[in-house]
């Protein structure tokens, strides 16, 4: 152990007292399974995005499915996403039985490139744009007659860009409350649209029970332990957001000579999901992977090479060259808001002693 410091892990739910306490009352209440605290989770997150309607489900990829489904997304139409992506968008495309189309990045956002989708995925039917770490995707830009647009807003919740509250441009916002996103309730995933009938649609398919008709459904829900969890950890959203901005800002004034990070991190309202350092070369990047370990502070690869999308599909690489440098360029350090000043401190020192 370096120092006699305990290892900083890369990431790590912030659990309170009140947290605990909010899953304690649902235990006491003997409801345990989808109920009032669902109900809760969807109204708060219909208020942060000014309206409309939710439906909370069981995971992330749950909500990218549903939300192919509702949208009448055809079996065989092409949906388009960014390579510099996680499997979940693969993984909602083939079971809504729809087609992925893998379109490369841009190098300052980390999202969807909007020229790029033009240029190679012109037909596309829908499109599934991630706010990566929190940055805004440029959502007006993809827009074209008759495309359906979701937002993937797993890293983006809370967040918002100079066009406002993320999620509020497309035609559906999907969420994830996996354990190591912005809010957690272990798991859980939400839909959102301010069209009704797109959220019916999410509804009714989520749970199969006591039905007059019969049409295959699924029991895709969120329980209430859950949603207890996640409802408290909503009332601190806007502290979370200010607590990771300024984590954010202690870690960019350390910022290792040559290092870079994605761009926009200190704009007003921005949620930093990730601090994403980008290295001039691999050689950069791997030797602060080295020197940041050796120091006990536990950093990721974000995405691998193997991981982008379009290596997964076996598609020539040489047609995605930003999502290619940025998976052998960035290094994801711990960024949570339970890291103590003590942490964020020795983090800030151990970036400064890098030199190669
Ligand atoms: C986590 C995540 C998902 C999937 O959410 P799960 O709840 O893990 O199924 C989808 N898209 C993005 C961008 C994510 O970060």
Redesign the pocket.
Known sequence: MAHGRAMIPHNRPLITAEDRAAVDAVLSSGWVAQGPQVQALEGGIARLNGGGGSCAV???????FLALKALNVEVGAKVAVPTY??S??LN?IYMAEAKPYIVDVQPDSFCLDPVALAQEAVDAACVIA???YGAAADIAAMRQSGRKLIE?C??SLGGASKQGQLGAEGDVA?Y???A??IITGG???LVWSTHSEVIERVRDYRQFDCRKDYIPRFNLQMTDIQAAMANSQMTRIDDIRMRRQLIAKRYLDALPVGFSTQTGLMEINRMV?RFVLVAPDIKYRDALLRHMRKANINCVIPIERYELLHNYMKLDPSNFPVAENLADTTLSIPFYPGLSDSDIEYICNTLRKFNL
Do not use: P
């Not at 069981?58 to 990218?64: C, E, H, I, M, N």
């Open positions: 069981s995971s992330g990829t749950a909500a990218l992506a996680c979940a968008l909602a991630v706010h990566t993937d797993c890293h999907v994830s409350f996996y190591t996103k798991q859980g995933g999901y």
